[in-house]
């Protein structure tokens, strides 16, 4: 199994990491799959100030898993992933998994710098998929914010409402089609911003009524928001001993601890134990994919004794064994 592990801070030294993972050289902005791992090429695109692109399309021989981590600086990124001739594709993006067994995937998507974002791709997908990283001025100019308001808590309110997924219309499929023609890598750059621009346009057409029109307001400033990262990066500091008691948590960040569970839900979508036990059976699912571990040096590894409570917590957060993972 491949695995990248990255830290965004810009496209460019994302494609300089996976050009040093594979032992190839950057040409032209691009980065060729070797013909010993698959077949295909990442780019790096320059499309505005404020906003410069991924553009990914290729077929591997084994197992991708790809990993970014949350950071301390605002960002915001638009997705648009084509998956193809795949057995398995998942998805997570902080406490929410989204899982596909079926040949064709396609979805739109924004993310944002609060959250882990994974994915999982099995050994011979087709993937076509566009990354386009936005800071926040960019997004309240052109995206349809409230220029008044931060960035962030629009954002979180969005994604309360759970609307930051969208299935690609057919001018969208259309738009990735012609990004991704078959065999060429150097279209002018011209050709590139259009067609992104026109991408990002679709789904911001979509986005912008939604920003606009809603009617609830969450009661969470930013100052709260970092609070609450702040716990959150207490709770998965260590995910092999048992969590801070509500009250201790409450005590770190000086709120009531009715406020702490509100705020933590708001920011990240589960109650505070159970976003626990998730990134903790998240774990051990990355550990037994990259078949480095036992299933029992996991159950141990993530502070199990009985390996009977770990196979069945393993199997209510997957819905199936550890050991149908690796059949």
Same mark, same amino acid.
Do not use: C, E, I, Q
């Given at each position: 199994m491949i695995e990248i592990k990255y830290d965004l801070t810009t496209y460019y030294k994302f494609l300089e990491q996976v050009a040093k993972s594979l032992d190839v050289k950057i040409i032209n902005n691009t980065v060729i799959i070797p013909e010993s791992t698959g077949t295909g090429y990442i780019k790096y695109i320059e499309v505005a100030t404020g906003a410069d692109a991924l553009l990914s399309s290729f077929r591997l021989n084994r197992d991708l898993l790809v990993e970014r981590k949350k950071t301390n600086r605002e960002f915001y990124t638009f997705a648009c992933d084509i998956v193809s001739d795949s057995d398995e594709f998942s998805m997570t993006i902080e406490s929410d998994t989204f899982?596909?067994?079926?040949?064709? /995937? $396609? /979805? @739109?998507? %924004?993310? $944002?710098? %609060?959250?882990? /974002?994974?994915y999982f791709i099995k050994r011979d997908s087709l993937v076509r998929s566009v990354r386009i990283h936005l800071l926040p001025d960019w997004m309240k100019k052109n995206l349809g914010f409230d220029k008044k308001r931060e960035v962030i808590q629009q954002y979180l309110e969005l994604k309360t409402a759970g609307i930051l997924f969208k299935k690609p219309d057919a001018e969208s499929r259309q738009l990735m089609t012609d990004i991704f023609t078959t065999g060429d890598t150097d279209h002018p750059p011209l050709f590139y911003h259009s067609r992104l621009l026109l991408l990002l346009e679709k789904f911001s057409s979509w986005l912008t009524p939604e920003i606009i029109n809603r009617h609830t307001a969450l009661d969470i400033s930013k100052v709260d928001i970092e609070k609450i990262r702040k716990i959150e990066a207490l709770l998965t500091a260590d995910l092999t001993? #048992? #969590? @801070?008691t509500i009250a201790q948590l409450a005590k770190t960040i000086a709120v009531s601890e009715s406020k702490l569970k509100t705020l933590?839900?708001?920011v990240y979508g589960l109650p505070i134990y159970e976003y626990f036990q998730k990134h903790r059976m998240e774990k051990a699912r990355v550990m037994i994919l990259s078949k480095e571990y036992s299933i029992k040096d996991v159950g141990y590894a993530l502070g199990y004794v009985n390996l009977s409570n770990f196979t069945l917590a393993f199997k209510k957060q997957f819905g199936q064994l550890p050991s149908d993972l690796l059949k």
């Open positions: 899982r596909h067994d079926k040949n064709d /995937v $396609s /979805v @739109m998507y %924004l993310t $944002s710098y %609060l959250y882990d /974002v994974g001993a #048992p #969590p @801070m933590f839900k708001a």
